[in-house]
């Protein structure tokens, strides 16, 4: 990917914060993958899951379905702003 994308990428990252521990989406490294295509004039955004895999209880799954629909909001909407040209998803 083009440093300069990465760069822009990677400062929108920095600016959207977990709302428990704080931390910037960056550090936490929410965002696994992001796919661009120029000719296109789309971003993929992949995210990682924020609850592990395995037994969990029905209610922290909820919650945490709901914490990461708000940051996968957040960032998709950091992304569009930053990205106005493109068409921009988060998968």
Request: net charge negative.
């Amino acid at each position: 990917m083009n440093p300069e994308i990465q760069t822009r990428i990677d400062n929108v990252l920095k600016k959207i914060t977990e709302p428990q521990s704080l931390l910037s989406l960056f550090d936490i490294n929410y965002v696994t993958k992001v796919s661009y295509s120029e000719e296109q004039k789309r971003m993929l955004v992949y995210t990682r899951d924020a609850v592990p895999h395995g037994k969990r209880c029905m209610c922290s799954g909820v919650i945490m379905a709901v914490v990461r629909e708000g940051l996968d909001r957040r960032v998709l909407e950091g992304l569009q702003d930053e990205f106005s040209d493109l068409r921009v998803e988060v998968v």
